[in-house]
């Protein structure tokens, strides 16, 4: 069925276009709406935040590490310092083309096919939001021509900046410590953005890491306009930065640089102390390795050189070794026996040798030193005498006076590798070997070794009290001085005694007479040491104990020497310990050092034109000797391929914390333990008895 078209009326047609039109409009006005709304919220709301977004499109904001803070010495002079820096780094995560990029640097810094190979290895291990150095202390002339290129070179961050320097070298490794580019754990843990600015370093060992707070500072701001490709167009106003504080040390650079260089091819130590407040005046560890290159950023073949050296340079040893202090402990032992009331001038007959029980106990001169009073006994260092004195006496009498003058203990410095060592009694026994105190562990400790355990700083601090008779606290920043401290628990006139013994050793034909002061009205009081640590078997015995001298590195004696200076009014303590040096070489023992570190403080010109005298014969100064080491490290077959030893060092641990030192801690532990045994079956130490320097003239 056909249906009749509908015939549309002009009513009809206008109501249909009317209610299209309104929706349209509707539309319009609902469209319109919404525009001006979000023109209204992005011109209102938001206008903070594209403002800042427009002006970053304009301005590039980067922050400006700190200066560090200083360190200086008691006078005033630099031992870390800033040098005015330009340097050049790559961002790995905004670099487009890496070829381009280093053949570009290349002939604009004019880098070597080493710098090169260490650029390249560095890459390759590097986080992409970690700075890569490519040359640290570019002239200005190479710094600008990098500037006018950099838009063509993203990833190029060329920095104007300074850097840190340490004149001291190595002379102050131990001392200091150094400063390197933080971590990516570092930077997890804070997401700090300074940590990640190119140049910015944080302090890694030594001072540098345990005075950082002071040190580091605060950022500053720098803001330039740039091109939409990022050309520079005007530097705007920037946010200085706030330099750290300079920290005053109470170290004397000279004696420290001196002291350092005394030591001349020794793998020891030395500590000096004034004796009036407790001021550190020096603390040198050599060998060492040179700051400059660590916080420049150490090359693989430079730390696998430190890390393989058995001199163990890595190792502050003053505050990380622990020797057995040998006869040091004798002018201790002294002062025991005149506080439990034995007269000084009572005689033991030393024979050069003893019998106790079933064993056999040695004096180091085996054809004996006769009657022996106790001024002649640490005079000559007659092991008989204390043997017999601390048998009747007990150990247990002499521990808390070893602990009175400053061993066993932890000192509040501003180093956090402090080792304490072991002062042993009859209670500490039981409780860590859960054996009984016996005769034997009391001989063994009488001379020093067996269980008696100390580190240089704590022989330093013995010497500095015997000879003030005060608990002086050892200070290393000057304003953490104090200025009095409470005088020792012992009579004045067994304190003189044993000042008296001391003197004798090198003044009156004891051991130490090579380490007499040539200096008018000037004497010197010390006491020599020495240390076993090597199993000396009984077959050993019965044939005749080897010297030092025809004994490997390894397994010679340490050298202990303590003394204070001027004898009859004490200014200034020391203590230097040697290890294997088994005074092998006269002018590198312990006696001729000491000398003349003491010398220098009195007549420094003295001091310095005999150090030029023999320092030659070691191979020049200390950066001589190391340069020479790495020339011949680097040709040794045993050095690593060119790129591998050019590659930057970058997961290398603190020094203080290298496998290499953990090795040598271990060694010395094992060593120790040994003697343990030894003593426990009836021998160690004690059974040969000591060995002192061959010629105490």
Partial sequence: MNRSPRIATEAQQGYTFSRRAWLLGAMQIGVG????????????????????????????????PPRRGWLVDRHGQPIADNRTDFRVDLIPDRMVDEERTLAALRDLLALTDEDLLRVRADLKRAAGFQPVKVA???????????????????????????????????????????????????????????????????GKDGLE??????????????????????KLVAELATRPDVPGKTQK????????????????????????????????????????????????????????????????????KVTQGLYPPGSTVKPMNGLALLDAGVSPDERVFCSGAMRVGSGVFHCHRRRGHGPMDLRSAVAQSCDIYFYEMIRRLGYDKVAPV??????????????????????????????????????A?????????????????????????????????PTLLMDRLRHSAPPLPYKEEHLRIVRESMWKVVNGGGTGGASRLYLPGIELAAKTGT??????????????????????????????FICFAPADKPRYAAAIVLEHNGHVIRNLDTPMIGRDIMTYLFDKERALK????????????????????????????????????????????????????????????????????????????????????????
């Avoid at 063994?444 to 500095?464: D, E, K, R």
């Avoid at 040794?636 to 641990?653: F, H, I, M, Y």
């Fill in 610 to 697: 005999a150090l030029a005298e023999v320092e030659p014969t070691w191979g020049g100064d200390i950066r001589t000797r190391m340069a020479a080491q790495e020339a011949a490290y680097r040709a040794a077959a045993n050095a690593p391929s060119p790129a591998q030893a050019a590659a930057t060092e970058t997961d290398a641990p603190a020094p203080t914390r290298a496998p290499a030192v953990r090795q040598a801690t271990d060694a010395l532990n094992a060593a120790q333990e040994a003697t343990v045994s030894d003593i426990a079956n009836g021998a160690g130490p004690a059974s040969v008895g000591t060995t002192e320097p061959s010629d105490p003239q």
């Fill in 249 to 316: 040390l109470t170290i004397d650079s000279g004696l420290q640089e001196y002291a350092a260089r005394r030591l001349g091819t020794n793998s020891g130590s030395a500590v000096v102390f004034d004796c009036e407040t407790g001021e550190m005046l020096a603390m040198v560890s050599m060998p060492a390795y040179d700051p400059n290159s660590f916080s420049d950023g150490i090359s693989h073949l430079e730390w696998k050189m430190l890390s393989a050296d058995d001199h163990v340079p890595l190792m502050n």
């Fill in 531 to 560: 240390a076993q640590v090597r199993r000396i078997t009984m077959a050993e015995r019965r044939s005749g104990v080897l010297s030092n001298g025809q004994l490997p590195f390894k397994l010679r004696d340490h050298a202990l």
């Fill in 209 to 230: 890491k345990t005075l950082e707070p002071q040190l580091r500072g605060k950022p500053g701001a720098k803001r330039i306009e740039v091109t939409a490709r990022g």
């Fill in 441 to 473: 562990d009391s001989l063994n400790a009488s001379i020093g070794q067996g269980y008696v355990l100390a580190n240089p700083l704590q022989l330093a601090v013995m010497a500095m009290r015997i000879a003030s008779g005060r608990q002086i606290q």
């Fill in 136 to 202: 640290e202390n570019v002239s200005w002339e190479r710094f600008a021509a990098v500037q006018v290129r950099q838009p063509e070179l993203p990833g190029v961050a060329p920095t104007r900046g300074f850097a840190r320097n340490y004149p001291g070298g190595a002379a102050v490794a131990h001392l200091t410590g150094y400063v390197g580019g933080a971590t990516a754990e570092q930077y997890k843990q804070t997401r700090d953005p300074l940590l990640l600015t190119p140049g910015f370093k944080v």
């Fill in 402 to 439: 070893a602990r009175a003058v400053g061993m066993g203990k932890k000192y509040d410095l501003p180093f956090s590798t402090q080792r304490y060592g072991t002062v042993p009694d009859s209670v500490w026994k039981e409780r860590k070997y859960k054996t009984k105190w016996t005769v």
């Fill in 33 to 64: 709406s919404v525009l001006a709304g979000r023109m209204a919220w992005l011109s209102i709301a938001e206008n903070e935040r594209y403002n800042l977004l427009s002006e970053n499109n304009r301005v590039n904001m980067t922050l400006v």
